[in-house]
């Protein structure tokens, strides 16, 4: 079915009618303000008062009922559809490429009793996540998710970008902390998952919505796994001579069953630029953040502790963690450079197994040097296998046009590396737009089935087309 990006007006009428007046809105500005997201593309776009896309209409829907008749009046009229959380995207997953509806999912905020004894709740996908921790907390309980856009996103967003957060290495990252899923298919069937506590009744219909950037539908209601207000939380900090000694600290740590909830490992430079005042000898920063029982955690840390004065480091107490854990939410090393004619930054995560990290950051330090003059990484996330590397780059050029060809020529580098390397091209940021090219690459014939499960749950084509290198 061929896309209708510009709706005619008899057609717009009947999607009042589905709807309600109310929830549709074809005012410009408001247009534009939610055609937008975080991308360094999107922010660099509206400077030069050129857009990236725009919506030809917005639709706020209030329950899953209008949501479900949306759906069914784009697939019935073709009309391509891109819901949209709070915008904290960072790769262009929720622009509006193509027009269309773009659906404004931050009505959808209702949170529903918390059970305790269960340690579940049931809330809107639209909820701003940091909002709902807030409100967790006053019973004892708490998402478990930290991004570091905890007080930016939606849960729904969080979900369908497949996202991660800081103390993921004790809690586990959104995947992990979702219970169940409400989802509306392109075709208006809304579909409720049943998978708690555990079950074995074939695939996992969670994964429609997990990671899925918007493909096979809208995520409406979210069920999330709690976790425990921790009793008590220790910090502590080492520093090491090279990073190999680090990343075998923390492997020998997991095999010994040592779980802290934070593990981050920063390269001089980065240890440099964020921890000043702990880094007066070069070396590499491994922040540590253990919650749980105090008895617990101590015995964790001293264990943790031990491996490290066994591989060279040098513990520096608890005050680096803790100037971390303060400092977490600050964004200024993108936004200072980000926001002015001629300043690009972006941080680039990939994963990659313990014995391929190192010669990963060699490569990619060497790939970046070309086109930007700031590189620093850290270790982010850490599994059995291995662990995110959040590579940071920052430049100034003579204008944004200049910016701009630097920035693309470093995502070039870092995900030719990272695929000559084995690595996978993305943790937790997701696809969008600025990762399409590499999916092929990436995922071979995977990329292939999902196309046709994406012909199969959307005969009309109109979820998010030209994401995800669809």
Not at 83 to 96: N, Q
Not at 143 to 167: D, I, K, N
Not at 303 to 324: K, N, R
Request: glycine share 10%; with cysteine; aromatic share 6%.
């Amino acid at each position: 079915m061929d896309h209708l990006t510009q709706i005619p007006s008899d057609v717009l009428a009947t999607l009042r009618d589905a709807v309600g007046e109310q929830a549709v809105s074809t005012d410009a500005a408001r247009i534009r303000e939610l055609s937008k997201d975080s991308s360094v593309r999107s922010k660099k776009a509206e400077a030069a008062d050129r857009p990236l896309a725009a919506a030809s209409v917005v639709v706020s829907p209030r329950s899953t009922e209008q949501v479900s008749a949306v759906l069914s009046w784009a697939s019935a009229h073709g009309v391509p559809v891109v819901a949209r959380g709070l915008g904290s995207g960072v790769v262009g997953s929720g622009l509006p490429v193509r027009g269309g509806v773009l659906l404004d999912l931050a009505g959808l905020a209702e949170v529903g009793e918390v059970d305790v004894v269960n340690r579940t709740v049931t809330v809107g996908a639209g909820i701003n996540l940091g909002d709902l921790d807030t409100r967790l907390r006053e019973q004892g309980l708490s998402v478990g998710h930290y991004p570091q856009s905890l007080y930016l996103a939606s849960v729904g967003g969080c979900v369908a970008m497949r996202g991660s957060g800081t103390f993921s290495s004790l809690y586990g990252n959104i995947e992990d902390r979702v219970g169940e899923l409400e989802i509306v298919l392109p075709t208006g069937v809304v579909v409720q998952t049943r998978s708690l506590p555990r079950a074995s009744t074939g695939p996992d219909l969670r994964q429609l919505g997990i990671g899925s950037e918007g493909m096979f539908g809208v995520i409406t209601k979210v069920t999330l796994k709690l976790v425990p207000v921790p009793a008590a939380q220790r910090f502590a900090a080492v520093r090491y001579p090279g990073f190999e000694e680090a990343l075998e600290t923390v492997r020998r740590a997991l095999i010994a069953g040592v779980r802290p909830a934070v593990v981050r490992i920063y390269d001089p430079t980065e240890a440099s630029a964020k921890h000043a005042r702990f880094a007066q000898d070069a070396g590499w920063l491994l922040v540590l953040v253990f919650d749980g029982d105090e008895r617990l955690i101590a015995t964790q840390e001293e264990i943790m502790l031990d491996l490290a004065t066994s591989l060279g480091g040098e513990s520096l107490g608890p005050e680096p963690a803790v100037h971390w854990e303060q400092r977490r939410f600050n964004w200024s090393w993108f936004t200072d450079a980000v926001d002015h004619e001629g300043g690009i930054a972006e941080a680039i995560e990939v994963t990659a197994t313990w014995s391929e990290l190192p010669g990963l950051y060699e490569r990619l330090k060497k790939a970046v040097s070309p086109h930007m003059q700031e590189f620093m990484a850290h270790v982010s996330h850490v599994y059995d296998q291995g662990a995110a590397l959040y590579t940071i780059v920052r430049g100034e050029y003579v204008d944004d046009a200049a910016a701009l060809e630097a920035y693309d020529a470093t995502w070039e580098a870092v995900m030719a590396e990272t695929l000559t390397c084995g690595a996978r091209i993305s943790h937790h940021h997701g696809i969008g737009l600025e990762r399409a090219r590499w999916m092929t690459d990436e995922l071979g014939t995977g990329l292939d089935l999902l196309r046709d499960l994406q012909k199969t749950v959307d005969p009309a084509g109109i979820m998010n087309p030209g994401k995800l290198g669809l």
